[in-house]
Nanobody
Framework: VQLVESGGGSVQVGGSLRLSCVAF????????MGWFRQAPGKGRDWVAV???????AYIDSVKGRFTISQDNAKNTVYLQMNNLKPEDSAMYYC?????????????????WGQGTQVTVSS
């Protein structure tokens, strides 16, 4: 499974970005896809996840600002990020794995994209 992210960039506080992740192959009939982020010197944290049934989950700090969605016809998952804050600055990674209870944990996912950088300046 190859995952390719795009859409990162540099914005000012309050700005918006939309990240995209294209999956070139699906291995699991029931799957989850997530967006994770990693700032320099910190661990990789989950941000938002979605499964093949359309269920979603968000970390508290992005609720009301970020929206994860998927276009099954395009094998693409999106992360719409609004009202961006400096603390949102990080490398953002897309991940793909089987559906299940571990979907909030980075270790649950078997496949990862190369990452796309998001920088929010004040």
């Amino acid at each position: 499974v190859q995952l390719v992210e795009s859409g990162g960039g540099s914005v000012q506080v309050g700005g918006s970005l939309r990240l995209s992740c294209v999956a070139f192959e699906f291995t699991y009939s029931s799957y989850c896809m997530g967006w994770f982020r990693q700032a320099p010197g910190k661990g990789r944290d989950w941000v938002a996840v979605i499964d093949s049934d359309g269920r979603t989950a968000y970390i508290d700090s992005v609720k009301g600002r970020f929206t994860i969605s998927q276009d099954n016809a395009k094998n693409t998952v999106y992360l719409q990020m609004n009202n961006l804050k400096p603390e949102d600055s990080a490398m953002y990674y897309c991940a793909y794995g089987p559906s299940g209870g571990g979907w909030l944990r980075p270790g649950w996912y078997h496949y990862w994209g190369q990452g796309t950088q998001v920088t929010v300046s004040s």
